[in-house]
């Protein structure tokens, strides 16, 4: 049983640019979270989704961020217009409908804005 | 409001000899409580979780932590540290009725284990 995976690890943009990162979570999983991680920092929360639905978005900045989980492949961190300040640790997890209490991380992808 | 805090940004100790990484929180009612590992360029991998039971629990690679009510706490601990066990260490909490996503992490304790 595959684990949490994201792709790509890492990702380079310039300012202005979109930034897409992909979650696949683990197999029969259909929670998914996304938090953000600065240097030397813990993790933020994000935004919470199930298939088709967004849960909890609380943690999303306004604009330029969005997320979805479709019916059909992974869940999707889109980041319009990127600026310095986006570039981070964006961590993926998931968790199983009947023990949501329990998050499996991702790998992360290290996105750098130059 | 849920918070959780881990007082120390560093722990350096010898290997062979006992470790404890602190974590105190504040939550509304009962808490989930959990102890994240995250090694190098790595995501965060699950050690251990406490929701009701006994309060001391076991977790993955001889770690354990103790869940003190009165004191609001819940200290990972290890009885014989190795220099493998060099890593970050988060502490988690969430309330045992909020939503799954409402998990607040802490600041992190980057534990250094020296030969």
């Known amino acids: 049983n595959a684990g949490v995976m994201q792709n790509p690890r890492h990702l380079v943009r310039r300012r202005g640019q979109e930034a897409r990162l992909r979650c696949s979570p683990m197999?029969?999983?259909?929670?998914v979270y996304w938090y953000r991680q600065l240097p030397e920092e813990g993790l933020k929360f994000m935004v919470y989704?199930?298939?088709?639905?967004?849960?909890?978005e609380s943690g999303m900045p306004k604009e330029r961020f969005s997320a979805e989980f479709p019916k059909e492949g992974p869940s999707i961190l889109r980041i319009q217009q990127v600026v310095r300040g986006d570039s981070a640790a964006y961590f993926c997890?998931?968790?199983?409908?009947?023990?949501?209490?329990?998050?499996?991380f991702g790998p992360g992808t290290r996105l750098l804005v130059l | 409001a849920q918070s959780v805090a881990q007082p120390e940004d560093q722990v350096n100790v010898a290997e062979g000899n006992p470790l404890t990484v602190k974590c105190t929180y504040s939550v509304s009612g009962n808490p989930y409580l959990f102890w994240y590992v995250q090694y190098p360029n790595r995501g965060l991998q699950f050690l251990l979780k406490?929701?009701?039971?006994?309060?001391l629990v076991k977790g993955s690679y001889g770690f354990e932590a103790e869940f003190n009510k009165s004191q609001t706490s819940f200290h990972l601990k290890k009885p014989s540290a190795l220099v493998s066990d060099s890593a970050l260490y988060f502490c988690?909490?969430?309330?045992?009725?909020?939503?799954?996503?409402?998990?607040?992490f802490g600041s992190g304790t980057r534990l250094s284990i020296r030969p």
């Open positions: 997890a998931s968790s199983p409908a009947w023990a949501q209490e329990t998050q499996y």
């Open positions: 988690a909490v969430r309330g045992l009725y909020s939503s799954a996503s409402k998990i607040i």
């Open positions: 989704l199930q298939k088709e639905n967004i849960i909890d």
């Open positions: 197999k029969g999983h259909s929670h």
């Open positions: 406490y929701i009701t039971g006994d309060n």
